[in-house]
């Protein structure tokens, strides 16, 4: 089964994208910003990620370099 990890700062858009690739028959891991995502990223190792670009500390870009 493929992991997808979904990093975004709000909570309805991260909640929806969840529910909707559950159902789906995805594996779904979430994070609420940049850091934590990276931290998950580097423990999971997801198959994809789906990353909001305007988040406050550590933006999309910035998580895409690192």
């Known amino acids: 089964m493929a992991t997808i990890l979904v990093i ?8 929806v994208l969840k529910d ?3 159902l789906a028959g995805y594996e779904v891991e979430t994070a609420n910003n940049g850091r934590t ?11 994809l990620v789906l990353c ?5 500390d550590l933006n999309g870009f910035d998580l895409l370099s690192a």
Do not use: K, W, Y
């Open 8 to 15: 975004e700062v709000e909570t309805n858009i991260r909640e």
């Open 52 to 56: 909001d670009v305007n988040m406050p």
């Open 37 to 47: 995502g990276f931290e998950a990223f580097s423990n999971s190792r997801p198959d």
């Open 20 to 22: 909707i690739l559950d």
